[in-house]
């Protein structure tokens, strides 16, 4: 089956940067994804990674190490509208990679 | 605009009802999913389906129902047999891309409390 690690909770303040790890045990791997959500709301993706290596996308950007089974999600330049959950996420073999298995979330919260 | 719509926004149930979740997509994705949120927990998957009149058990299956008689929609029946039925429910929609990974889309979720 498939496992995902990431702390329950991380504060910052506004302009640092924070890093939300994730390790992962799976039977098979197709890529780590990264969603957040906002309290009460709809989770939205964030970025995928397939291969190793980092992947910006403006202030957020994501990593993966497949031989660690490891990534991270880099926030820079902290805003207040960055306090969410963030899961990280990975497609599960057991269902032909048709469907995700997700951490328990990390929720951030950033303070003025 | 597309997206996922998900009714009603809170649910309230009687124990021993059944009750219905709606879901519709107008995103043409072929597969849809049901995951269930709990505080402090992650998304546990309840049922998913990759096409119409096709679904899957997910890990949690016990004491839900679903149907896929179309594409565009793919509704939860939460029944009177599931023990703890409150939690926040959340319908998502992916297109199938084989080996390209195609990524979720959720609708804003149905918060169900038992009284």
């Known amino acids: 089956g498939q496992s995902l690690e990431q702390p329950s909770e991380v504060t910052a303040v506004e302009g640092a940067i924070v890093q939300i790890n994730c390790t992962y045990q799976?039977?098979?791997?197709?890529?780590l994804s990264w969603y957040q959500q906002h309290d009460g709301g709809a989770p939205t993706f964030l970025s995928y990674?397939?291969?190793?290596g980092l992947e910006e996308t403006g202030r957020f950007s994501s990593f993966l190490s497949r031989s660690d089974s490891y990534g991270y999600l880099l926030l820079q330049e902290l805003q207040m509208k960055d306090s969410a959950s963030y899961f990280c996420?990975?497609?599960?073999?057991?269902?032909?990679?048709?469907?995700?298995?997700f951490g328990k979330g990390t929720m951030l919260l950033v303070s003025p | 605009d597309g997206g996922i719509t998900q009714s009603p926004k809170y649910l309230f149930r009687k124990e021993g009802q059944n009750v219905t979740l709606s879901c519709e997509q107008n995103?043409?994705?072929?597969?849809m999913y049901w995951y269930r949120q709990d505080p402090g927990q992650g998304l546990r998957l309840i049922y998913y389906?990759?096409?119409?009149?096709?679904?899957q058990k997910g890990d949690i299956a016990e004491g839900y129902s679903v149907s896929r008689e179309k594409k565009e929609s793919f509704p939860l029946t939460v029944t009177s047999a599931q023990k703890n039925p409150t939690a926040f429910y959340l319908c998502?929609?992916?297109?199938?891309?084989?080996?390209?990974?195609?990524?979720?889309?959720f609708g804003q979720g149905t918060r169900l409390t038992v009284v």
């Open positions: 998502a929609s992916s297109r199938q891309g084989g080996s390209v990974y195609t990524e979720a889309f």
């Open positions: 799976t039977s098979g791997f197709y890529g």
């Open positions: 990674n397939a291969l190793d």
């Open positions: 996420a990975v497609r599960d073999a057991n269902s032909g990679y048709s469907t995700l298995t």
């Open positions: 995103l043409n994705h072929d597969a």
């Open positions: 389906s990759q096409i119409v009149n096709d679904f």
